[in-house]
């Protein structure tokens, strides 16, 4: 990572010196994704299964309450610090939207009492309203950036819980799903699994406790079958058990540890998930200097080229001159690309809308039809409870589909970009006549612009909040509805009488209760669309900057090199000398660094499969 | 309640009514055999909640197959008889018996090439003693990934237009799951929508593994216990919650003299060796060569006991527990089996015929509202006066309506209104708080100063008519207590005393019906 941030660096250097504010500004960029290096894991699982515990053995510290009961009720980050602190995030009153960082006030507190504001004991049911809690660790295993996020446990992954995880996922580089060794896998978790697949790069799967349970294999086989049968068959089963770890690093006994699975946990972590994310940081890195060293190129060698060769300074201009139109048309509005994305947009988010409404319609005449059928009132809890699970599993559907439309959106906008992109030309230095070869295409750019719409959403994990959406379906499914004491109250006071007028009683209790269902659909339409369709300009925006950035940088790069050729023109034969010598010191440098970011890439990837990998990525 | 003979002569008045039909006679037979036939019980809970190992436990002898991967399959009936035997009912054709085959003492259910789809319901017949007094039923668990086998379960246990073949439910959880609450509702809802009670127990059935198998694991199941109990949303939907270690149960009511010396092996052993070998099921297998017990025993044992188990053993064996059946009795008494047992004798077998009366009045009342017949208004205004009649179903309905917190009464007089029906027991002692094994004298004295305050309460005219309604049933359970503890002076005093609160009452609630 050190080595990234040298080579960066230098980059800097190389563009302190020209004009270039935004090439500089891509570089700093460059740089604070680099200060932050944080790869997050969230553990996730039903409650009870260990996932605490997981963490617990895997930095060998007490960090997660542990209990016999239901422990953890505020979701955890534990990652690397040293020395150790531990700090907890309080919404400020008023603040703005979630994704706002302005918005928490980050209160530091002891380590050791940081069990009292995580744990369901402590502090039940998050009565507190804390956001979260941190804990930095001086631990090797977290020292690569590696942040682990403990969940709290959830009852059943298919209620609105279920939903806050999932809208938390995009945020997270990996997740990890605990399973205790007492069971193969239930429904519901299957199900979130194969959802969640979909949306986090990278998932695993953790058999806890083996050591409670003699039959661990058994269970580890059934499972791995599930997971095959899913569909999801390439998704590592890892089983473990914490409290042999725990052992093992107080007795330092390293077969014990070896017993624990741990070894392989950390193995996975550090190869498929730190891997993984260091790679794809690489790659956009090397990206990054390797298209500015190309621009500052382009007009240092336009430049000495111009000086070497001067007579062909006229068919220089000429073909600079239309390049650098076609580099104009790019940036318009009406440039192809930004036709596809502002009407793709606006697409997508019509079709989320109309995805939403109708998965929100059938359900709401299923509860219509349930109404009609009986009398609501009595079994109305049951019945609330059930329209938010439909609702819920309605959104979170919603919610899936519409990450999988954006991310393909980006990824067919930059396909567009880079087929209508004027490719910088390359100079032939070496030739006589100073004819400019166009290159048709720039090969160690192309994986560059596939992987911008993996870019695209990794700047957006960091910036979206992703819990909003459950805060937001409690809030408007927690309504009181009809009283189902009221209607209690009336069978006590006379069953006469109350027959005799029970039809008109439960047609308007019939009504009331529609027209509940109606309300609950109507907000439920308005607050997600919204919270979606905010999603989705987001999405539009980061798009539009990044291309719109690069755009930008391929005009002003054409307009420097065509000012550079004119300038030579008027210049002394023995200023020339001095300024050849001196161009050709900055192309040195600038080949130097250009050899040296290319470095970084894997060697010989071929473009289809760095696409893939984006893919996966993203 | 005490005798069922009104209903009977309710469902023999039916039979006459629907004779043209036999479907529906059948099934007006079939309510009146229930009657005479012991109490229901179902085992339910999620898939390896540990339903066929309580049964097991229950039952006393390992019969019924368990398994790592979910086992059970079909709705499975455990009756007495004085003969093993095993039949299938086929959805479609004749019940055929299957062969009687065991595979280390565990039933086989060899289907005979049928799949388990095209049978309803497997009923073992079984010489226990356990099963005298009650009928068991096993059923497949609930949020199963076969989304077939949880329908199975759902189908039989709910049914949707018939009262639910079983009478009460013992519900296996491992800890309080949202698909539990599900179904405990969707339970009391079918089994007793019209009368408005609860007949369900929840047990925290792997209470064993609850701290790891730490060896006080059973200590804070029973504090997680506790929090259920008071948890509302619950409370409203189960009599009891109880923490048990199934798998204990189950192998210590069958503990063989080689496993007690396996335990003695082991208690043997040093404390850090002990410990080093308890750390890990795997090191338990491979360590135990060490202490003379072949690999494969260790994994049966293991099998048997679970981690939990062996620890518990152990440390007993160092205690001085010096012989198997102590040993048995021990770990038999720390699973929690007695305790739950004893609650099933407490809430279930002693309302056995009120919930029997109750499941019969329900399926009649659904039979006749949906095959209406002139002849059958008679039947309706049965079912209602016996329904009015039987003090123990209104009983069942105060509780289940002061559990979920619909009566207003003071927070104090709620929780004594539900002690007095009956809520923490149906003796005498029990509904009164007194310590067990008290004489007759103190418990007359103590009901009647008990009934003299509920009295008042109902009189108070500032008391809610809610709670009138709550006050006359607590007022009638108080009567019969002081009738049984022999309370002849005062003897005919309280029925009087009934009669005119009743009479109050209605002159109470009369005008608000206009």
Redesign the interface.
């Known amino acids: 990572m050190d080595d990234l941030i040298t080579l960066v660096n230098s980059g800097l250097g190389l563009v302190a010196t020209g004009d270039r504010a935004d090439l500089r500004q891509r570089l700093d960029q460059t740089l604070a994704r680099l200060a932050n290096p944080d790869i997050r894991v969230i553990v996730v699982g039903?409650?009870?299964q260990g996932k605490s515990k997981l963490i617990n053995a895997l930095v060998n510290a007490p960090v997660c309450p542990v209990d016999?009961?239901?422990a953890t009720s505020v979701p955890t980050v534990v990652s690397f610090g040293d020395p150790a602190s531990a700090a907890v995030l309080v919404p400020r009153d008023g603040g703005g939207p979630e994704q706002d960082p302005a918005a928490f006030e980050r209160r530091p507190v002891a380590l050791e009492d940081i069990a009292g504001f995580v744990s369901e004991r402590g502090n039940p049911s998050n009565r507190q309203g804390l956001a979260s809690a941190e804990v930095r660790l001086p631990r090797r295993v977290l020292a690569d950036g590696l942040s682990i996020i403990d969940s709290p446990g959830v009852?059943?992954l298919?209620?609105a819980h279920a939903l806050t995880t999932l809208t938390a996922l995009p945020t997270a580089d990996a997740m990890l799903l605990v399973s205790d060794a007492?069971?193969?896998?239930?429904?519901?978790e299957?199900r979130f699994l194969k959802q969640a697949q979909r949306i986090v790069p990278n998932v695993g799967c953790v058999l806890s406790?083996?050591?409670?349970?003699?039959?661990?294999r058994?269970?580890a086989d059934?499972d791995r079958a599930?997971l095959a049968q899913a569909g999801v068959g390439t998704v590592p089963l890892l089983p473990v058990?914490s409290?042999?770890r725990l052992?093992a690093s107080q007795t330092k006994d390293s077969e014990?540890n070896r017993?624990s699975g741990f070894p392989q946990l950390v193995a996975y972590l550090r190869n498929d998930v730190v891997g993984k994310a260091q790679a794809l940081r690489r790659n956009s890195v090397a990206q990054d200097l390797l298209s500015t060293t190309e621009h500052l190129r382009l007009s240092v060698t336009s430049e000495l080229q111009a000086l070497q060769h001067p007579e062909g300074v006229p068919v220089l201009l000429a073909q600079l001159e239309e390049a650098k139109a076609k580099a104009d048309q790019q940036r318009k509005r009406s440039s192809r690309w930004q036709t596809l994305l502002n009407d793709g947009a606006s697409d997508l988010i019509s079709d989320m809308e109309h995805d939403l409404r109708d998965r929100l319609r059938s359900i709401q005449r299923e509860a219509e039809a349930a109404i009609d059928d009986g009398d609501p009132g009595p079994?109305w809890d049951?019945f609330a409870e059930w329209l938010e699970q439909r609702v819920a599993s309605a959104v979170s559907d919603t919610f899936v589909w519409t990450n999988e439309r954006s991310r393909w959106l980006a990824e067919q906008v930059a396909e567009l970009f880079a087929l209508d992109e004027v490719p910088l030309p390359l100079l032939e230095v070496s030739s006589t006549d100073g004819v400019l070869a166009p290159v048709e295409e720039v090969p160690y750019l192309d994986p560059g612009r596939v992987s911008a719409a993996g870019k695209v959403l990794i700047g957006m994990r960091g910036s979206y909040g992703g819990v909003l959406m459950f805060g937001l379906l409690t809030g408007i499914i927690g309504m009181s509805l009809i009283n189902p004491?009221s209607v209690?109250?009336g069978l006590?006071?006379?069953r006469?009488?109350y027959r005799e007028d029970k039809d008109a009683r439960l047609k308007r209790r019939q009504a009331e209760a529609k027209s509940l269902v109606r309300r609950q659909m109507d907000d439920v339409v308005f607050q997600v669309g919204k919270q979606l369709k905010d999603r989705l300009r987001l999405v539009q925006r980061e798009i539009r900057d990044h291309f719109g950035d690069i755009a930008e940088e391929h005009h002003r790069s054409l307009a420097d090199s065509v000012a550079a050729a004119q300038r030579s023109a008027s210049t002394f034969r023995q200023e020339r000398d001095e300024r050849v010598t001196e161009l050709k010191a900055q192309l040195a440098r600038i080949d130097q660094l250009h050899a040296k970011a290319k470095r970084l890439l894997p060697e010989a990837v071929p473009v289809p499969q760095a696409s893939a990998d984006v893919g996966a990525g993203a | 309640m005490r005798d069922s003979g009104d209903v009977e002569a309710l469902l023999l008045e039916a039979a006459e009514v629907y004779d043209d039909d036999p479907a529906l006679r059948a099934e007006l037979e079939g309510y009146a055999r229930r009657l005479r036939e012991p109490l229901r019980v179902a085992v339910a809970g999620m898939v390896k909640a540990g339903k066929s190992t309580l049964l097991n436990a229950i039952i006393g002898e390992e019969i019924a197959p368990t398994d790592t991967g979910e086992c059970t399959r079909i709705v499975t009936w455990y009756r007495h008889a004085a003969t093993p035997r095993i039949t299938a009912y086929p959805v479609e054709g004749e019940p055929r018996l299957l062969p009687l085959k065991r595979v280390e003492g565990r039933l086989v259910f060899d289907l005979g090439g049928q799949q388990a789809d095209d049978v309803s319901r497997l009923v073992v017949e079984w010489p226990a003693v356990n099963l005298r007094s009650m009928t068991l039923i096993d059923t497949p668990g609930i949020a199963s990934l076969s989304a077939e086998v949880s329908a199975r379960s759902t189908r039989f246990l709910l049914p949707e237009d018939a009262p639910s073949e079983a009478d009460a439910v013992i519900y296996l959880m491992r800890h309080l799951h949202g698909s539990d609450l599900k179904f405990l509702e969707a339970f009391r809802d079918t089994s007793a929508a019209s009368s408005g009670t609860v007949n369900a127990l929840a047990v925290l059935s792997r209470a064993d593994e609850v701290g790891s198998g730490r060896i006080d694991s059973l200590i804070s199941a029973s504090r997680i216990a506790d929090r259920y109990r008071s948890d509302p949303s619950l409370k409203s939907l189960v009599l009891d919650v109880l923490p048990m270690a199934g798998l204990l149960a189950q192998s210590a009511r069958t503990l063989r003299q080689a496993e007690y010396e396996a335990f003695v092996a082991l208690a043997a052993l040093g404390k850090t060796e002990r410990e080093r070998m308890l750390l890990s099921a795997d090191r338990f297998v491979t360590g135990s060569t060490a202490i003379g017990i072949p690999p494969e025993d260790a994994a049966r044992l293991l099998d048997r006991f679970g981690m939990f188990g062996l620890r518990l053993g152990a440390a007993l064996v160092r205690g001085g527990t010096s012989d198997p059946t102590a040993l048995a009795h021990e770990l038999a008494r720390r699973s929690g089996l007695d305790h739950l047992m004893a609650l099933v004798t407490r809430q279930f077998s002693a309302r056995a015929t009120t919930l029997r009366v109750r499941t019969a009045l329900t399926g009649l009342e659904a039979l006749v509202r949906s095959n209406p017949r002139e002849a059958a208004a008679g039947l309706l205004a049965g079912v209602e006066r016996v329904k009015a009649n039987a003090h123990e179903i209104n009983e069942l309905r105060l509780l289940s309506a002061l559990r979920s917190g619909g009566v207003p009464l003071p927070a104090r007089a709620a929780e004594e209104a539900e002690r007095l029906v009956g809520g923490s027991g149906t003796g005498a002692a029990d509904r009164l708080a007194l310590p067990p094994g008290v004489d007759a004298e103190d418990i007359r004295s103590a009901s009647l100063g008990t009934l003299h305050r509920w009295r008042v309460l109902a009189e108070n005219p500032l008391t809610d008519r809610g709670a009138l309604e709550a006050c006359h049933v607590v007022l009638r359970s108080c009567e019969e207590l002081v009738v049984l503890a022999g309370s002849v002076p005062q003897g005919g005093e309280p029925a009087r005393g009934r009669h005119r609160a009743d009479t109050g009452q209605r002159a109470d609630t009369e005008p608000a019906h206009g």
């Open positions: 039903e409650f009870k016999d009961d239901i009852g059943g298919e209620s007492s069971q193969e896998y239930t429904e519901p299957l406790k083996t050591d409670l349970y003699p039959q661990w058994a269970v059934l599930h058990s409290d042999l052992v014990l017993e079994v049951q004491l209690g109250a006590l006071l006379g006469k009488a």
